[in-house]
């Protein structure tokens, strides 16, 4: 009960909170890993993963680019954001 919880903890637990269809419980605690560590990127792709469910594309293309600033050379993110850049065209 006492244990401090931080950002990775919050982190895998808004992606399991994704996988069993809590999307609202995934973006709060998405939020707020990213609050926690604001360099903590694997939190920032959950959140735009969360906000994708929700069809916010824009809103998960904007956190993605939060972290893309944050490390430029990262694979994963530019992945992430290639792909939610050829979903807001479609739309």
Same mark, same amino acid.
């Given at each position: &009960?006492? $244990?401090k @919880?931080d950002?990775? +903890? *919050?982190?895998?637990r808004?992606n399991?909170? #994704?996988? @069993?269809?809590r @999307?609202?419980? /995934?973006?709060?605690?998405?939020?707020k890993? @990213?609050?926690? !560590?604001e360099?903590? *990127?694997? &939190?920032? +792709? /959950?959140h735009a993963?969360a906000?994708?469910?929700k !069809? %916010?594309l824009?809103?998960?293309?904007?956190? *993605?680019?939060?972290?893309?600033v944050? $490390?430029?050379?990262n694979?994963?993110?530019?992945? #992430?954001?290639? +792909? #939610? $850049?050829?979903?807001i %065209?479609?739309d």
């Amino acid at each position: &009960a006492g $244990d401090k @919880v931080d950002e990775a +903890m *919050l982190t895998v637990r808004a992606n399991v909170l #994704l996988e @069993v269809g809590r @999307v609202e419980d /995934a973006i709060k605690d998405a939020e707020k890993a @990213v609050k926690i !560590n604001e360099n903590y *990127l694997s &939190a920032y +792709m /959950a959140h735009a993963r969360a906000l994708a469910y929700k !069809n %916010k594309l824009g809103a998960a293309y904007e956190m *993605l680019k939060k972290a893309w600033v944050k $490390d430029k050379e990262n694979k994963k993110i530019q992945a #992430l954001m290639e +792909m #939610l $850049d050829r979903e807001i %065209k479609m739309d």
